[in-house]
């Protein structure tokens, strides 16, 4: 196979699962959107703060008790394959998922014992108690179904993930909250069939990992007089937790910077500035989504070239993956940055008056322009078996996030909460970009990045600054100014469709998937951590 031949076929996967991740996200995000609704009109203020918050808590440790287990079979599982080591990539899941929901299953033993001091530290009101107790059954069951997912998107099969995660919990969570409002259920019962959509994709996922793994081809040989099927290698426990682990502690640190400033606002200086903060900067999160849905696509591609040191195609597949990421995602935020009085409007007139929330949605908006231009670096480095750079990466911004809105909150209040995350986010991806470039040899092409912000720029971001400036904040004004926009969009992508790499999208779609295994790859679990590092 040629090396364009190599190139298109990973890009192939990459625009087939990101489409599809991103229409699960979608999805996701509206049930998501939908879900409050039901639960702030269903309920009153006080009840849908405590479920909120007990969701909240809840996401956040099961985030923690995953232990970047999923970036380590992202790394792993695939090169096992390739050595036909297939009792080593069960061995793998064993080693792997079984410690994650021990722990989840010991955190959630405690969460119940601590339950009402807890509660009470959280102000979740008289049946706080029995509400993180509901929560904590769950615990375990959501890594549990997590991890499996990880697995098989290790593995190249990323609909699983959108079919359990992005639509079946999300359409029964959001079900099981319309039927308890119906019946006149109370905050217990709410929280119940939240958590019980867990439980349901733990046994789906389950189920679909095995039957996954029974169907996958055994791989080839490293060599002609090599065994189908090698002995087991007994430093793949300690090659894999050397690598996951900084992970681990990357993705704690990472949750750190997403929710430590909302946190110090509401302590710094009052929980109102804590809700203005989190209106002006609900946007971020939705391009997010979109992002990490095309990043989940690309770690298995980034696991497969870098077995073969194929560091031509993985240019490729790098620069393009950020070209795509580029086109799809920079309309929302130069929107959104060009008119942040419009989006502040539609959480009420007193957000769109305060003036420090349009100075957060401005900065965050540009940061995140900046993050995507970098492209995946922070994926590429974790594939390359660089998890402790990305661990002291996120460490670092963690504490510039920390350390700075501490120094600027009391001063400029919540425009210095985002200064701060935005010098996190800069200061993450600045190193993580550097560090590929460095270690990996790959970099995106400054004048080719260049071409590919003009593009949105004089499509979305003139016409908006144009009617930002004459005053207008009216919702039909702005409505054809972005219909027009997205036209013009359209014609341009058409026209620049070669450069933008759009060609090679459709090229993609319609190219037929094939699986990619190397020809040879490493014979050991030591040479399997350290094999791209070379």
């Known amino acids: 196979m040629t090396a364009d031949a190599t190139a298109g076929d990973h890009l192939g996967h990459v625009a087939r699962g990101g489409l599809l991740g991103l229409a699960g996200s979608g999805v996701a995000a509206v049930g998501a959107f939908a879900l409050a609704l039901v639960v702030t009109r269903g309920f009153d203020a006080e009840t849908a703060g405590s479920f909120f918050a007990t969701t909240t808590l809840f996401t956040l440790l099961a985030t923690a008790c995953g232990l970047g287990v999923d970036a380590g079979l992202a ?36 969460g119940t014992l601590v339950a009402g001091p807890l509660a009470g530290l959280l102000g979740l009101g008289a049946e706080g108690d029995r509400l993180l107790r509901v ?41 099981t909250a319309g039927l308890v409002v119906a019946l006149g259920g109370g905050p217990v019962l ?31 040989p490293a060599s002609p007089d090599a065994s189908p099927d090698p002995s087991p290698d007994p430093d793949l426990a300690r090659s894999f937790w050397s690598f996951t682990w900084p992970r681990g502690v990357a ?53 497969a070239i870098l077995i073969t040191e194929d560091r031509a195609t993985l240019r490729t597949v790098f620069g393009v993956s950020t070209t795509w990421g580029m086109v799809l995602i920079w309309p929302l935020y130069l929107l959104v940055a060009c008119s942040p009085v419009l989006y502040l409007s539609l959480f009420g007139d007193s957000y769109a008056d305060a003036t420090s929330a349009v100075v957060v949605v ?48 009391p001063r400029i209040g919540i425009a210095g909460a985002a200064i701060a995350w935005a010098a996190a986010v800069v200061t993450r991806s600045g190193l993580a970009f550097w560090q590929v470039r460095r270690h990996v040899g790959v970099s995106p092409q400054p004048g080719h990045l260049l071409g590919v ?26 409505a054809a100014v972005t219909l027009a926009s997205l036209v013009a969009y359209a014609v341009a992508l058409h026209a620049l469709r070669a450069r933008l790499s759009l060609d090679e999208l459709v090229a993609a779609l319609r190219r037929r998937p094939t699986p990619v295994l190397p020809s040879t790859s490493p014979t050991s679990a030591q040479e399997l951590a350290c094999a791209s590092e070379r």
Request: charged fraction near 10%; hydrophobic fraction near 65%; include cysteine.
């Open 75 to 110: 790394r792993f599982l695939l090169r096992l394959e390739a050595r036909s080591a297939a009792h080593d990539v069960r061995r793998t899941l064993r080693l792997a998922i079984g410690p994650a929901v021990a722990v989840a299953s010991l955190l959630a033993l405690v």
């Open 135 to 175: 929560a904590a059954v769950a615990l375990p069951f959501a890594v549990a179904a997590d991890l499996c997912l990880a697995a098989t998107r290790a593995l190249g099969r990323i609909r699983t993930t959108v079919g359990v995660d992005r639509i079946l919990r999300t359409v029964v969570q959001l079900g």
């Open 190 to 220: 709410l929280v119940a069939g939240w958590a019980a959509a867990y439980l349901l994709s733990a046994a789906v996922a389950v189920v679909l990992l095995r039957s996954f793994l029974a169907t996958r081809p055994a791989g080839a």
């Open 251 to 303: 993705g704690l640190a990472q949750a750190s910077v997403q929710k430590a400033d909302i946190v110090l606002v509401a302590v710094l200086l009052s929980p109102a500035h804590a809700a203005l903060y989190t209106a002006a900067t609900r946007f971020v999160a939705v391009g997010q989504m979109a992002n990490q849905a095309i990043y989940q696509v690309l770690q298995p591609r980034f696991t």
């Open 362 to 409: 401005v900065v965050m908006a540009l940061t995140m322009l900046v993050s995507i231009a970098a492209g995946p670096v922070d994926t590429l480095l974790l594939m390359a078996g660089r998890s402790g750079l990305s661990m002291t990466n996120a460490l670092v911004a963690v504490a510039l996030d920390i350390g700075l809105c501490l120094l600027l909150l």
């Open 453 to 478: 912000a003009l593009v949105p720029v004089v499509c979305f971001a003139l016409p908006a600054l144009a009617l930002t400036a004459s005053g207008s904040t009216a919702l039909l004004p702005w």
